[in-house]
């Protein structure tokens, strides 16, 4: 239905205009209609038209101060300007508030048949368009929820987090490259045995859905699931500082939620606040607002108020260090290497004459780096590894020497963090090649295989495809009838004799298994290679 407004102070217009809308438009249109510039107004607000004709000479309030004031509650409404032709020039005033069309009177049935399909069409095109808009809006926040829970989990569980913190902010619209974590928990100080963290999440379970949307409102995060009695969430900001102003703002800010959830919810809350970090980093932050929701007591606490973490001098680049040491634990050899340049460089400006001091902290990177590089796997820690590092260290003449030495050492643990792993597995399933080729005309399984080399058969099936191109049946086979050809080739062995010593005890199961991997039967591959051999004699 389209909702059709006629204003004009001839009540013949108004009948004519009834008419030709009526036959032509038959059962399409709700008409209402007014004849003075203020009830024009009135009847707008109330029956709020789609399309209205308006006359611009109306006794009272003329046409075009009539549309201005209705322009300001119905923004979408289309007007029809209708004016005399000496007037014409005057109603252009009228260019500004969206007019579709000016006809000259008098009209003709197929002018306004026109201009109303020209309306109505577009009336259509945009109510089509806001009933996708609504779809999509309502899909997105369907799916906005399960998104921002998959980038909380990801944060907390940290598999794969820093290649996964990418697709996060695109996929949530996140352009800032900092935030901070929070902990948002019911019940009061579990310590003191006043709260049951499980039961207080059993009872807010059906009310999740209203404190997200509290949360939200109040500090526009990323909001996490209810998990037991806490909700994580994440604020993003722009810049890597704090100031104090802006930090007891973000304290009152939590404040003013904790006591609406407690007032909407019958709940005593808690929020732990964490400092703000690299996006890469949010673990760190996340680590700081569980500490500080331990001092929270039955308020809200900041790790920067509290005895959380390290503080560091004013010039100290701390936004490199955790960079670097992301870099380590990444294996990415050229980030790790760039910024150790870096922090060096800081170093050597700030502290030119300390090279002791700095030849200490370039034996304590390089002594986590390499922690970070052991924790990652595939390498075997020897308590005597580092014998010549402190007198290497301490032998050092000057910066360049030690320059050099840290960013070796420190490009080192990070190609550990890798190629170790990626040497394991090549050991590993060298390991498992050699004993296949050992035991092959024995009745050996994939547990067998996985177990000579100490690894579950799950991760040792993944492992030696990746690493091979084969499954281990593939190399089995492959192994057992590449020693079967050979074996053929003595007319004195039985083909049932050589198909036991290959690992195949059914003469039938082994002469089926050949022809699909030689195309010949065994006995068919035998007199091919005698005659092939007579032949060449």
């Known amino acids: 239905m389209y909702k059709i407004m006629l204003a004009d102070d001839e009540g013949i217009v108004i009948d004519s205009l009834k008419f030709i809308i009526d036959r032509n438009f038959e059962g399409l249109c709700e008409i209402e209609s007014a004849k003075t510039g203020r009830s024009v107004i009135e009847l707008a607000e109330s029956f709020k038209p789609d399309i209205a004709f308006m006359d611009i000479q109306m006794p009272g309030i003329n046409g075009i101060e009539a549309m201005k004031e209705i322009k300001r509650f119905n923004s979408n409404i289309i007007f029809i300007v209708m004016s005399a032709y000496d007037k014409f020039d005057y109603a252009k ?271 304590e990177f390089v002594l986590w780096a390499e922690r970070l590089a052991y924790l990652a796997g595939g390498m075997m820690y020897v308590f005597t590894y580092r014998t010549d590092y402190l007198p290497t260290v301490t032998g050092f003449k000057d910066l360049k020497e030690t320059r050099r030495w840290f960013l070796n050492k420190m490009t080192e643990a990070a190609s550990n963090v890798t190629h170790k792993k990626e040497e394991r597995v090549g050991s590993m399933v060298s390991e498992a090649k050699h004993f296949i080729e050992k035991n092959f005309s024995r009745d050996i399984s994939l547990d067998d295989v996985a177990n000579s080399v100490d690894v579950s058969p799950y991760y040792f099936t993944r492992m030696f495809k990746e690493e091979t191109g084969e499954t281990f049946v593939e190399f089995l086979t492959r192994v057992r009838i590449n020693r079967a050809k050979e074996l053929i080739r003595d007319p004195h062995i039985a083909i049932g004799e050589i198909g036991q010593s290959v690992g195949y005890f059914d003469p039938n199961y082994f002469s089926r298994i050949f022809k699909k991997n030689v195309g010949l039967t065994p006995t068919e591959f035998r007199l091919s290679v005698h005659t092939s051999d007579n032949k060449n004699t």
């Open 93 to 363: 005033e009228a260019i500004g508030l969206g007019v579709m069309e000016y006809l000259n009177k008098p009209f003709t049935r197929e002018m306004i048949v026109k201009v109303l399909e020209r309306a109505m069409d577009r009336i259509s095109r945009e109510r089509e368009k806001r009933s996708r808009e609504l779809l999509i809006r309502e899909k997105i926040e369907t799916v906005t929820p399960v998104i921002e829970s998959g980038f909380i989990y990801s944060v907390l569980f940290q598999e794969n987090y820093a290649g996964d913190a990418e697709k996060y902010k695109e996929l949530l619209s996140i352009d800032e490259e900092y935030g901070y974590m929070l902990v948002v928990a019911a019940g009061a100080d579990e310590e003191e045995g006043l709260s049951n963290p499980v039961g207080t999440g059993i009872r807010l379970q059906d009310r999740y859905g209203k404190l997200r949307e509290i949360i939200k409102l109040r500090l526009n995060c990323v909001t996490g699931p209810l998990l037991s009695n806490k909700i994580i969430c994440f604020t993003p900001v722009s810049e890597n500082i704090v100031e104090y102003e802006r930090r007891i703002a973000i304290i009152e800010k939590c404040e003013q939620l904790r006591q609406e959830l407690n007032e909407k919810t019958g709940e005593m809350f808690r929020i732990g606040i964490g400092g703000i970090e690299a996006i890469p980093s949010l673990p760190n932050s996340y680590r700081q607002a569980l500490e500080a929701l331990k001092f929270s007591k039955q308020g809200v606490a900041h790790a920067k108020d509290l005895p959380v973490g390290c503080s560091y001098e004013p010039d100290y680049p701390i936004d490199i260090e955790k960079k670097l040491f992301l870099a380590v634990e990444n294996g990415d050899t050229y980030l790790t290497g760039d910024y150790s340049g870096q922090f060096f460089n800081w170093m050597e400006r700030t502290y030119p004459d300390r090279l002791t001091d700095i030849k200490l902290k370039c034996l």
